[in-house]
Protein backbone atom coordinates (compact mmCIF):
# COMPACT_ATOMS: atom_id res chain seq x y z
CA UNK A 1 0.00 0.00 0.00
CA UNK A 2 1.58 3.51 -1.19
CA UNK A 3 1.75 6.01 1.75
CA UNK A 4 -1.18 8.07 -0.74
CA UNK A 5 -3.85 5.07 0.24
CA UNK A 6 -2.92 5.10 3.71
CA UNK A 7 -3.59 8.52 4.02
CA UNK A 8 -7.34 7.60 2.91
CA UNK A 9 -7.55 4.47 4.27
CA UNK A 10 -6.04 5.44 7.79
CA UNK A 11 -9.71 8.18 9.01
CA UNK A 12 -12.05 5.24 7.59
CA UNK A 13 -10.79 2.62 9.29
CA UNK A 14 -10.88 4.61 12.31
CA UNK A 15 -14.76 5.46 11.76
CA UNK A 16 -15.24 1.79 11.42
CA UNK A 17 -13.66 1.21 14.55
CA UNK A 18 -15.10 3.60 16.37
CA UNK A 19 -18.73 2.96 14.97
CA UNK A 20 -17.93 -0.93 15.80
CA UNK A 21 -16.97 0.03 19.30
CA UNK A 22 -20.08 2.41 19.53
CA UNK A 23 -22.58 -0.69 18.28
CA UNK A 24 -20.71 -2.70 20.92
CA UNK A 25 -21.62 -0.77 24.11
CA UNK A 26 -25.18 0.57 23.14
CA UNK A 27 -26.10 -3.11 22.13
CA UNK A 28 -24.69 -4.23 25.55
CA UNK A 29 -26.13 -1.55 27.28
CA UNK A 30 -22.43 -1.29 29.02
CA UNK A 31 -21.78 1.75 31.28
CA UNK A 32 -20.15 5.06 29.41
CA UNK A 33 -17.02 4.60 28.56
CA UNK A 34 -14.04 6.91 27.18
CA UNK A 35 -12.66 6.25 23.16
CA UNK A 36 -10.61 4.88 22.79
CA UNK A 37 -10.17 1.75 24.83
CA UNK A 38 -6.25 0.59 23.36
CA UNK A 39 -5.24 -3.02 22.77
CA UNK A 40 -3.31 -4.35 25.64
CA UNK A 41 -3.66 -1.23 27.34
CA UNK A 42 -6.79 -0.25 27.83
CA UNK A 43 -7.37 3.12 29.22
CA UNK A 44 -4.55 3.09 31.26
CA UNK A 45 -3.30 5.94 28.76
CA UNK A 46 -5.40 8.30 30.61
CA UNK A 47 -4.02 7.33 34.05
CA UNK A 48 -1.97 10.52 35.70
CA UNK A 49 -1.56 10.54 39.12
CA UNK A 50 -3.54 11.25 41.49
CA UNK A 51 -5.33 9.10 40.63
CA UNK A 52 -8.93 10.86 42.23
CA UNK A 53 -8.18 13.48 39.96
CA UNK A 54 -8.21 11.87 36.66
CA UNK A 55 -11.86 9.56 37.90
CA UNK A 56 -13.28 13.02 38.65
CA UNK A 57 -12.69 14.48 35.33
CA UNK A 58 -13.80 11.22 33.71
CA UNK A 59 -16.82 11.15 36.04
CA UNK A 60 -17.70 14.72 35.52
CA UNK A 61 -17.15 14.20 31.62
CA UNK A 62 -19.45 10.40 31.67
CA UNK A 63 -21.48 10.99 34.63
CA UNK A 64 -21.65 9.05 38.13
CA UNK A 65 -21.67 5.51 36.70
CA UNK A 66 -18.61 5.08 34.11
CA UNK A 67 -16.89 2.13 33.16
CA UNK A 68 -12.64 1.31 31.82
CA UNK A 69 -10.79 -0.50 31.25
CA UNK A 70 -7.22 -0.99 32.80
CA UNK A 71 -5.21 -3.41 30.88
CA UNK A 72 -7.16 -6.63 30.70
CA UNK A 73 -9.18 -5.25 33.87
CA UNK A 74 -12.37 -4.11 33.83
CA UNK A 75 -13.63 -0.95 36.29
CA UNK A 76 -17.11 0.49 37.09
CA UNK A 77 -16.47 3.78 38.85
CA UNK A 78 -19.56 4.77 41.06
CA UNK A 79 -19.58 7.96 42.51
CA UNK A 80 -23.50 8.86 43.20
CA UNK A 81 -25.24 7.72 46.42
CA UNK A 82 -27.78 6.07 44.81
CA UNK A 83 -25.64 4.27 42.54
CA UNK A 84 -23.32 3.43 45.85
CA UNK A 85 -27.25 2.12 47.33
CA UNK A 86 -27.66 0.06 44.90
CA UNK A 87 -24.33 -1.77 44.60
CA UNK A 88 -24.48 -2.45 48.59
CA UNK A 89 -27.93 -3.27 48.50
CA UNK A 90 -29.31 -5.35 45.86
CA UNK A 91 -25.88 -6.00 44.24
CA UNK A 92 -24.29 -6.62 47.73
CA UNK A 93 -23.53 -10.23 47.73
CA UNK A 94 -22.79 -9.94 43.92
CA UNK A 95 -20.57 -7.67 44.84
CA UNK A 96 -18.91 -9.16 48.00
CA UNK A 97 -16.08 -10.59 45.81
CA UNK A 98 -12.17 -9.19 45.85
CA UNK A 99 -10.31 -8.80 42.71
CA UNK A 100 -6.87 -11.02 42.63
CA UNK A 101 -4.27 -7.48 43.16
CA UNK A 102 -0.90 -8.02 44.23
CA UNK A 103 -2.22 -6.57 47.60
CA UNK A 104 -4.23 -9.38 47.98
CA UNK A 105 -1.69 -12.16 46.95
CA UNK A 106 1.57 -10.32 48.83
CA UNK A 107 -0.42 -8.88 51.67
CA UNK A 108 -3.00 -10.51 52.11
CA UNK A 109 -1.20 -14.03 52.40
CA UNK A 110 -2.28 -15.44 49.00
CA UNK A 111 -5.82 -13.67 48.81
CA UNK A 112 -6.51 -16.15 52.37
CA UNK A 113 -6.74 -12.67 55.08
CA UNK A 114 -10.47 -11.77 55.80
CA UNK A 115 -9.76 -8.22 53.60
CA UNK A 116 -8.73 -10.02 50.54
CA UNK A 117 -10.32 -13.37 50.40
CA UNK A 118 -13.38 -13.99 48.13
CA UNK A 119 -17.12 -13.90 49.44
CA UNK A 120 -17.48 -17.52 50.55
CA UNK A 121 -17.87 -20.00 53.60
CA UNK A 122 -14.04 -19.36 54.42
CA UNK A 123 -14.74 -15.12 54.02
CA UNK A 124 -18.13 -15.72 56.74
CA UNK A 125 -15.95 -17.82 59.03
CA UNK A 126 -13.07 -15.06 59.24
CA UNK A 127 -15.63 -12.28 59.38
CA UNK A 128 -17.61 -14.36 62.10
CA UNK A 129 -14.38 -14.44 64.40
CA UNK A 130 -13.19 -11.04 64.01
CA UNK A 131 -16.95 -9.55 64.51
CA UNK A 132 -18.40 -12.46 68.02
CA UNK A 133 -14.44 -13.06 69.54
CA UNK A 134 -11.97 -10.06 68.65
CA UNK A 135 -14.12 -6.90 67.59
CA UNK A 136 -17.29 -7.21 69.31
CA UNK A 137 -18.58 -4.55 71.66
CA UNK A 138 -18.15 -6.75 74.42
CA UNK A 139 -14.62 -7.41 73.89
CA UNK A 140 -13.31 -4.24 72.83
CA UNK A 141 -15.54 -3.33 76.69
CA UNK A 142 -13.20 -5.83 78.62
CA UNK A 143 -10.04 -4.41 76.90
CA UNK A 144 -10.73 -0.56 77.25
CA UNK A 145 -7.93 -0.73 79.97
CA UNK A 146 -5.42 -1.14 76.96
CA UNK A 147 -6.15 1.97 75.12
CA UNK A 148 -7.05 4.24 78.08
CA UNK A 149 -3.21 3.21 79.15
CA UNK A 150 -1.90 3.65 75.81
CA UNK A 151 -3.69 7.43 75.42
CA UNK A 152 -1.97 8.00 78.74
CA UNK A 153 1.48 7.35 77.55
CA UNK A 154 0.95 9.70 74.21
CA UNK A 155 -0.05 12.91 76.10
CA UNK A 156 2.75 11.45 78.67
CA UNK A 157 5.73 11.10 75.92
CA UNK A 158 4.28 14.51 74.34
CA UNK A 159 4.31 16.42 77.64
CA UNK A 160 7.86 15.16 78.33
CA UNK A 161 8.93 15.98 74.65
CA UNK A 162 7.68 19.41 75.27
CA UNK A 163 9.95 20.25 78.39
CA UNK A 164 7.29 19.05 80.78
CA UNK A 165 7.07 23.06 80.60
CA UNK A 166 4.33 25.50 79.02
CA UNK A 167 6.79 25.92 75.85
CA UNK A 168 5.03 25.35 72.63
CA UNK A 169 7.20 23.06 70.58
CA UNK A 170 7.24 21.25 67.21
CA UNK A 171 5.78 18.29 66.91
CA UNK A 172 5.71 15.61 64.13
CA UNK A 173 2.03 13.93 64.45
CA UNK A 174 2.66 10.79 62.52
CA UNK A 175 4.85 8.89 64.64
CA UNK A 176 3.25 9.52 68.05
CA UNK A 177 0.15 8.36 66.14
CA UNK A 178 1.59 5.42 64.45
CA UNK A 179 2.89 3.80 68.29
CA UNK A 180 -0.26 4.74 69.70
CA UNK A 181 -2.44 2.63 67.47
CA UNK A 182 0.24 -0.28 66.91
CA UNK A 183 0.77 -0.60 70.71
CA UNK A 184 -3.23 -0.84 70.99
CA UNK A 185 -3.09 -3.72 68.56
CA UNK A 186 -0.32 -5.70 69.43
CA UNK A 187 -1.45 -5.99 73.37
CA UNK A 188 -4.53 -6.85 71.87
CA UNK A 189 -3.02 -9.54 69.55
CA UNK A 190 -0.34 -10.43 71.89
CA UNK A 191 -0.18 -9.03 74.84
CA UNK A 192 2.71 -6.71 74.01
CA UNK A 193 4.25 -3.00 73.74
CA UNK A 194 6.87 -2.87 70.52
CA UNK A 195 6.86 1.07 70.75
CA UNK A 196 8.01 3.91 73.73
CA UNK A 197 10.63 3.95 75.93
CA UNK A 198 11.15 0.55 77.15
CA UNK A 199 10.59 -0.97 74.00
CA UNK A 200 13.69 0.40 72.64
CA UNK A 201 16.56 -1.96 73.52
CA UNK A 202 14.39 -4.93 72.39
CA UNK A 203 15.44 -6.75 70.29
CA UNK A 204 12.45 -8.49 69.48
CA UNK A 205 10.60 -5.28 69.25
CA UNK A 206 12.93 -4.04 66.61
CA UNK A 207 12.40 -7.07 64.71
CA UNK A 208 8.66 -5.94 64.32
CA UNK A 209 9.23 -1.99 63.47
CA UNK A 210 11.51 -3.12 60.80
CA UNK A 211 9.32 -5.48 59.26
CA UNK A 212 5.67 -2.97 59.92
CA UNK A 213 8.23 -0.48 58.33
CA UNK A 214 9.05 -2.44 54.72
CA UNK A 215 5.32 -3.56 54.69
CA UNK A 216 4.21 0.03 54.45
CA UNK A 217 7.44 0.55 52.29
CA UNK A 218 6.39 -2.17 49.89
CA UNK A 219 2.87 -1.75 50.17
CA UNK A 220 3.08 2.24 49.26
CA UNK A 221 5.11 1.14 45.59
CA UNK A 222 2.29 -1.40 44.27
CA UNK A 223 -0.24 1.55 43.89
CA UNK A 224 -1.97 1.44 40.29
CA UNK A 225 0.30 -0.52 37.69
CA UNK A 226 -1.02 -3.66 39.94
CA UNK A 227 -4.03 -3.33 37.72
CA UNK A 228 -2.53 -5.11 34.11
CA UNK A 229 -0.81 -8.66 33.82
CA UNK A 230 1.37 -6.47 31.21
CA UNK A 231 2.66 -3.59 34.03
CA UNK A 232 2.88 -6.00 36.95
CA UNK A 233 5.30 -8.77 34.41
CA UNK A 234 7.26 -5.48 33.46
CA UNK A 235 7.47 -3.37 37.02
CA UNK A 236 6.78 -5.63 39.56
CA UNK A 237 9.40 -8.94 39.26
CA UNK A 238 11.72 -7.23 41.36
CA UNK A 239 8.87 -6.13 43.81
CA UNK A 240 7.91 -9.24 43.89
CA UNK A 241 11.08 -10.75 45.82
CA UNK A 242 10.99 -8.09 48.08
CA UNK A 243 7.36 -9.00 49.17
CA UNK A 244 8.01 -12.87 49.33
CA UNK A 245 11.22 -12.06 51.42
CA UNK A 246 9.43 -10.26 53.53
CA UNK A 247 6.87 -12.57 53.71
CA UNK A 248 9.23 -15.35 55.17
CA UNK A 249 9.86 -12.68 58.13
CA UNK A 250 6.77 -11.64 59.21
CA UNK A 251 5.61 -15.64 58.98
CA UNK A 252 9.03 -16.32 61.78
CA UNK A 253 8.30 -13.50 63.96
CA UNK A 254 4.85 -14.44 63.92
CA UNK A 255 4.87 -17.78 64.41
CA UNK A 256 7.50 -17.21 67.35
CA UNK A 257 4.60 -15.43 68.80
CA UNK A 258 2.20 -17.95 68.48
CA UNK A 259 4.55 -20.71 69.98
CA UNK A 260 5.39 -18.68 73.25
CA UNK A 261 2.02 -18.72 73.75
CA UNK A 262 1.06 -22.24 73.05
CA UNK A 263 1.51 -24.21 76.32
CA UNK A 264 1.76 -21.44 78.39
CA UNK A 265 -0.56 -20.78 81.10
CA UNK A 266 -2.63 -17.65 80.06
CA UNK A 267 -6.05 -18.19 81.21
CA UNK A 268 -6.82 -14.66 82.47
CA UNK A 269 -9.96 -12.48 82.07
CA UNK A 270 -8.78 -10.49 79.18
CA UNK A 271 -7.09 -13.29 77.17
CA UNK A 272 -5.09 -11.97 73.82
CA UNK A 273 -6.53 -12.39 70.49
CA UNK A 274 -3.80 -15.38 69.80
CA UNK A 275 -4.81 -17.13 73.51
CA UNK A 276 -8.84 -16.69 72.29
CA UNK A 277 -7.66 -18.43 68.55
CA UNK A 278 -5.52 -21.53 70.01
CA UNK A 279 -8.60 -21.76 72.54
CA UNK A 280 -11.06 -22.50 69.92
CA UNK A 281 -8.43 -24.69 67.75
CA UNK A 282 -8.36 -26.74 70.86
CA UNK A 283 -12.01 -27.06 70.68
CA UNK A 284 -12.26 -27.65 67.38
CA UNK A 285 -8.76 -28.75 66.33
CA UNK A 286 -9.50 -28.64 62.45
CA UNK A 287 -10.46 -24.90 62.19
CA UNK A 288 -8.04 -21.81 64.11
CA UNK A 289 -4.39 -23.09 62.56
CA UNK A 290 -1.76 -21.26 63.01
CA UNK A 291 -1.89 -19.88 59.54
CA UNK A 292 -5.39 -18.37 60.18
CA UNK A 293 -4.33 -17.22 63.29
CA UNK A 294 -0.95 -15.63 61.61
CA UNK A 295 -3.46 -14.11 59.04
CA UNK A 296 -5.68 -12.52 60.95
CA UNK A 297 -2.98 -10.52 63.11
CA UNK A 298 -1.36 -9.39 59.85
CA UNK A 299 -4.63 -8.28 58.81
CA UNK A 300 -5.57 -6.40 61.94
CA UNK A 301 -2.72 -4.55 62.16
CA UNK A 302 -2.85 -3.71 58.15
CA UNK A 303 -6.05 -2.68 58.14
CA UNK A 304 -6.23 -0.78 61.71
CA UNK A 305 -3.58 1.10 62.13
CA UNK A 306 -2.73 3.56 58.78
CA UNK A 307 -6.35 4.04 58.68
CA UNK A 308 -6.83 5.38 62.26
CA UNK A 309 -3.00 7.01 62.20
CA UNK A 310 -4.45 8.98 58.90
CA UNK A 311 -8.03 9.96 60.76
CA UNK A 312 -5.89 11.42 63.56
CA UNK A 313 -3.56 13.28 61.53
CA UNK A 314 -6.46 14.69 59.17
CA UNK A 315 -8.82 15.84 62.35
CA UNK A 316 -5.46 17.67 64.03
CA UNK A 317 -5.11 19.35 60.56
CA UNK A 318 -8.39 20.59 60.29
CA UNK A 319 -8.73 21.53 63.86
CA UNK A 320 -5.43 23.98 63.34
CA UNK A 321 -6.84 25.25 60.12
CA UNK A 322 -9.47 25.80 62.15
CA UNK A 323 -8.73 26.88 65.40
CA UNK A 324 -12.73 28.15 66.86
CA UNK A 325 -14.15 24.53 66.68
CA UNK A 326 -10.42 23.53 68.58
CA UNK A 327 -11.89 25.54 71.18
CA UNK A 328 -15.21 24.23 71.08
CA UNK A 329 -14.06 20.93 71.31
CA UNK A 330 -12.00 22.11 74.47
CA UNK A 331 -14.44 23.74 76.05
CA UNK A 332 -16.96 20.77 75.93
CA UNK A 333 -14.11 18.31 77.34
CA UNK A 334 -13.50 21.07 80.39
CA UNK A 335 -17.32 21.40 81.16
CA UNK A 336 -17.45 17.32 80.78
CA UNK A 337 -14.26 15.85 82.70
CA UNK A 338 -13.15 18.95 84.45
CA UNK A 339 -9.26 19.39 85.12
CA UNK A 340 -8.79 16.84 87.52
CA UNK A 341 -8.08 14.21 85.30
CA UNK A 342 -7.49 12.70 81.93
CA UNK A 343 -10.73 12.17 79.39
CA UNK A 344 -11.47 8.16 79.57
CA UNK A 345 -13.91 6.60 77.47
CA UNK A 346 -16.75 6.41 79.64
CA UNK A 347 -16.80 10.22 78.94
CA UNK A 348 -17.18 9.97 75.04
CA UNK A 349 -21.08 9.19 74.97
CA UNK A 350 -21.55 12.83 76.92
CA UNK A 351 -18.85 14.34 74.28
CA UNK A 352 -21.26 14.79 70.85
CA UNK A 353 -19.03 17.57 69.50
CA UNK A 354 -15.77 15.83 69.73
CA UNK A 355 -17.81 12.62 67.50
CA UNK A 356 -18.81 15.16 65.26
CA UNK A 357 -15.36 16.45 64.74
CA UNK A 358 -14.17 12.62 63.83
CA UNK A 359 -17.14 12.21 61.61
CA UNK A 360 -16.66 15.52 59.61
CA UNK A 361 -12.83 14.36 59.23
CA UNK A 362 -13.63 11.43 57.93
CA UNK A 363 -16.55 12.20 55.37
CA UNK A 364 -13.83 15.57 53.97
CA UNK A 365 -10.84 13.21 54.10
CA UNK A 366 -11.79 9.48 53.88
CA UNK A 367 -8.78 7.68 54.56
CA UNK A 368 -9.99 4.62 52.62
CA UNK A 369 -11.05 7.11 49.45
CA UNK A 370 -11.85 4.16 46.80
CA UNK A 371 -13.01 1.82 49.51
CA UNK A 372 -11.10 -1.67 49.10
CA UNK A 373 -11.86 -2.60 45.37
CA UNK A 374 -15.02 -5.30 45.53
CA UNK A 375 -15.33 -7.35 42.42
CA UNK A 376 -18.22 -9.15 40.61
CA UNK A 377 -19.21 -12.37 40.63
CA UNK A 378 -21.93 -12.41 38.36
CA UNK A 379 -23.28 -9.96 35.72
CA UNK A 380 -25.82 -7.29 37.17
CA UNK A 381 -27.46 -4.30 36.47
CA UNK A 382 -26.03 -0.22 38.34
CA UNK A 383 -28.11 2.47 37.50
CA UNK A 384 -29.81 0.78 34.53
CA UNK A 385 -26.28 0.13 32.63
CA UNK A 386 -25.13 -3.79 32.12
CA UNK A 387 -22.45 -4.81 34.22
CA UNK A 388 -20.35 -7.80 33.17
CA UNK A 389 -19.18 -10.33 35.66
CA UNK A 390 -15.57 -9.90 37.03
CA UNK A 391 -15.69 -6.49 36.88
CA UNK A 392 -13.74 -4.46 39.87
CA UNK A 393 -16.10 -2.13 41.61
CA UNK A 394 -13.99 0.92 42.61
CA UNK A 395 -16.54 3.85 44.65
CA UNK A 396 -15.02 7.20 45.01
CA UNK A 397 -16.17 7.90 48.44
CA UNK A 398 -15.41 11.22 48.81
CA UNK A 399 -16.80 12.40 45.75
CA UNK A 400 -20.11 11.26 47.60
CA UNK A 401 -19.50 12.61 50.83
CA UNK A 402 -18.54 15.85 48.89
CA UNK A 403 -22.04 15.93 46.86
CA UNK A 404 -23.52 19.39 46.88
CA UNK A 405 -26.72 18.08 46.20
CA UNK A 406 -26.28 15.84 49.44
CA UNK A 407 -24.08 17.78 52.16
CA UNK A 408 -24.53 21.44 52.51
CA UNK A 409 -21.40 23.59 52.02
CA UNK A 410 -19.28 20.50 51.88
CA UNK A 411 -15.79 21.93 51.26
CA UNK A 412 -16.28 23.73 54.62
CA UNK A 413 -15.09 22.17 57.86
CA UNK A 414 -18.80 22.32 59.31
CA UNK A 415 -18.51 19.32 62.51
CA UNK A 416 -21.89 20.44 63.91
CA UNK A 417 -23.94 19.65 60.60
CA UNK A 418 -23.72 15.99 62.39
CA UNK A 419 -25.15 17.46 65.70
CA UNK A 420 -27.96 19.00 63.87
CA UNK A 421 -29.91 15.89 62.83
CA UNK A 422 -30.93 14.86 58.70
CA UNK A 423 -30.33 11.85 57.34
CA UNK A 424 -27.03 11.34 55.78
CA UNK A 425 -27.82 7.60 54.71
CA UNK A 426 -25.14 6.44 51.84
CA UNK A 427 -24.13 10.22 51.78
CA UNK A 428 -21.61 8.36 54.58
CA UNK A 429 -20.09 5.73 54.58
CA UNK A 430 -16.19 6.02 55.50
CA UNK A 431 -16.13 2.84 56.64
CA UNK A 432 -17.96 1.17 53.61
CA UNK A 433 -21.15 -0.32 53.79
CA UNK A 434 -23.13 -3.76 53.18
CA UNK A 435 -21.22 -6.80 53.63
CA UNK A 436 -17.97 -5.79 53.74
CA UNK A 437 -18.05 -3.08 55.98
CA UNK A 438 -14.81 -2.27 58.08
CA UNK A 439 -15.29 -4.79 61.39
CA UNK A 440 -12.77 -2.36 62.94
CA UNK A 441 -15.24 0.44 63.28
CA UNK A 442 -16.06 0.26 66.84
CA UNK A 443 -12.21 -0.18 68.13
CA UNK A 444 -11.10 2.70 65.45
CA UNK A 445 -14.01 5.13 66.63
CA UNK A 446 -13.42 4.33 70.31
CA UNK A 447 -9.43 4.68 70.34
CA UNK A 448 -8.95 7.86 67.41
CA UNK A 449 -12.07 9.69 69.10
CA UNK A 450 -10.04 9.51 72.99
CA UNK A 451 -7.24 9.75 71.39
CA UNK A 452 -7.69 13.72 69.70
CA UNK A 453 -9.82 14.32 73.08
CA UNK A 454 -6.92 13.47 74.94
CA UNK A 455 -4.53 16.11 73.13
CA UNK A 456 -6.96 18.61 72.85
CA UNK A 457 -7.92 18.51 76.62
CA UNK A 458 -4.10 18.12 77.55
CA UNK A 459 -2.31 20.81 75.08
CA UNK A 460 -3.00 23.91 73.16
CA UNK A 461 -2.15 23.55 69.19
CA UNK A 462 -1.08 25.90 66.73
CA UNK A 463 -0.28 25.89 63.57
CA UNK A 464 3.75 26.00 62.79
CA UNK A 465 3.19 29.25 60.80
CA UNK A 466 1.16 31.65 59.87
CA UNK A 467 0.41 29.60 56.58
CA UNK A 468 -2.72 27.46 56.28
CA UNK A 469 -1.74 23.36 56.66
CA UNK A 470 -1.49 21.86 53.49
CA UNK A 471 -4.38 19.38 52.75
CA UNK A 472 -2.88 18.07 49.35
CA UNK A 473 -3.42 14.31 49.59
CA UNK A 474 -1.77 11.39 48.43
CA UNK A 475 -1.98 10.01 44.90
CA UNK A 476 -3.40 5.94 45.13
CA UNK A 477 -6.28 4.14 46.55
CA UNK A 478 -5.84 5.22 49.90
CA UNK A 479 -5.53 9.13 50.69
CA UNK A 480 -2.51 9.89 53.16
CA UNK A 481 -1.57 13.52 53.57
CA UNK A 482 1.24 14.32 51.18
CA UNK A 483 3.44 16.67 53.79
CA UNK A 484 3.47 15.13 57.06
CA UNK A 485 1.88 16.90 59.71
CA UNK A 486 3.91 19.63 62.37
CA UNK A 487 2.29 21.20 64.88
CA UNK A 488 3.40 23.30 67.72
CA UNK A 489 2.33 21.76 71.14
CA UNK A 490 2.24 23.03 74.48
CA UNK A 491 0.74 22.15 77.74
CA UNK A 492 -2.41 23.77 78.89
CA UNK A 493 -1.11 25.70 82.40
CA UNK A 494 -4.28 23.57 83.89
CA UNK A 495 -3.23 20.47 82.98
CA UNK A 496 0.52 20.65 83.81
CA UNK A 497 0.19 19.56 87.74
CA UNK A 498 -2.20 16.28 85.95
CA UNK A 499 0.59 15.98 83.54
CA UNK A 500 2.92 15.70 85.84
CA UNK A 501 1.80 13.00 87.66
CA UNK A 502 1.16 10.53 84.81
C1 LIG B 1 -10.57 5.22 60.98
C2 LIG B 1 -10.21 3.98 60.83
C3 LIG B 1 -10.74 3.03 59.77
C4 LIG B 1 -11.36 3.30 58.59
C5 LIG B 1 -11.72 4.66 58.00
C6 LIG B 1 -11.65 2.03 57.96
C7 LIG B 1 -12.30 1.89 56.75
C8 LIG B 1 -12.46 0.67 56.12
C9 LIG B 1 -13.03 0.53 54.81
C10 LIG B 1 -13.55 1.66 53.94
C11 LIG B 1 -13.02 -0.79 54.50
C12 LIG B 1 -13.43 -1.43 53.18
C13 LIG B 1 -14.91 -1.67 53.10
C14 LIG B 1 -15.25 -2.24 51.74
O1 LIG B 1 -14.52 -3.06 51.22
O2 LIG B 1 -16.26 -1.84 51.18
C15 LIG B 1 -12.44 -1.51 55.62
C16 LIG B 1 -12.28 -2.87 55.69
C17 LIG B 1 -11.75 -3.53 56.77
N1 LIG B 1 -11.32 -2.95 57.95
FE1 LIG B 1 -11.36 -1.00 58.41
N2 LIG B 1 -11.18 1.02 58.77
C18 LIG B 1 -10.64 1.58 59.89
C19 LIG B 1 -10.09 0.92 60.97
C20 LIG B 1 -10.05 -0.46 61.13
C21 LIG B 1 -9.59 -1.15 62.31
C22 LIG B 1 -9.12 -0.47 63.59
C23 LIG B 1 -9.67 -2.48 62.03
C24 LIG B 1 -9.30 -3.65 62.92
C25 LIG B 1 -8.31 -3.67 63.74
C26 LIG B 1 -10.17 -2.63 60.69
C27 LIG B 1 -10.37 -3.83 60.05
C28 LIG B 1 -10.86 -3.96 58.77
C29 LIG B 1 -11.00 -5.25 58.10
C30 LIG B 1 -10.61 -6.61 58.65
C31 LIG B 1 -11.57 -4.97 56.83
C32 LIG B 1 -11.91 -5.96 55.74
C33 LIG B 1 -13.37 -6.40 55.82
C34 LIG B 1 -13.74 -7.43 54.77
O3 LIG B 1 -13.20 -7.43 53.68
O4 LIG B 1 -14.62 -8.24 55.07
N3 LIG B 1 -10.40 -1.38 60.17
N4 LIG B 1 -12.10 -0.58 56.59
Partial sequence: ????????????????????????????????????????????????????????????????????????????VVSSPAAAEECFTRNDIIFAN????????????????????????????????????????????KLSSIRVEEVRSMVKHLFRFSGGGLQAVEMTMKPVFFELMFNVLTRMIAGKRYYGEESEKSEEAKQFQEIMKETARLASLTDMGDFSWFLKWFWFRDLEKNFVELSKRRDRFMQNLIDEFRGSDNKGNNKTLIQILLDLHEAEPEYYKDDDIKSLMQTLLQAGVS???????????????NPE?????????????????????????????LHSIIKETLRMCPVVRFLIPHESSEECTVSGFHVPRGTMLLVDVKAIQNDPKIWEDPENFRPQRFQEGGNVGLGFMPFGSGRRKCPGEGLATRVVVLALGALIQCFNWDRISEEMVDMT??????????????????????MVSLLSEI
Avoid at 34 to 48: E, Q, R, S, T
Avoid at 473 to 494: Q, Y
Fill in 98 to 141: RPNLLFGKHLGNNFTSIVWSGYGDYWRNLRKICSLEILSSHRLQ
Fill in 473 to 494: EGPGLFAPRVVTLKAKCGARPS
Fill in 307 to 321: TSVDTLEWAMSLLLN
Fill in 1 to 76: MDSVSLYLYFPVLLFITAALYLYTRLANNLPPTPFPALPIIGHLYLLKKPLHKTLSSLSKKYGPVFYLRYGSRQIL
Fill in 325 to 353: MLHKAQNEIDNVVGKDGLISESHLAELPY
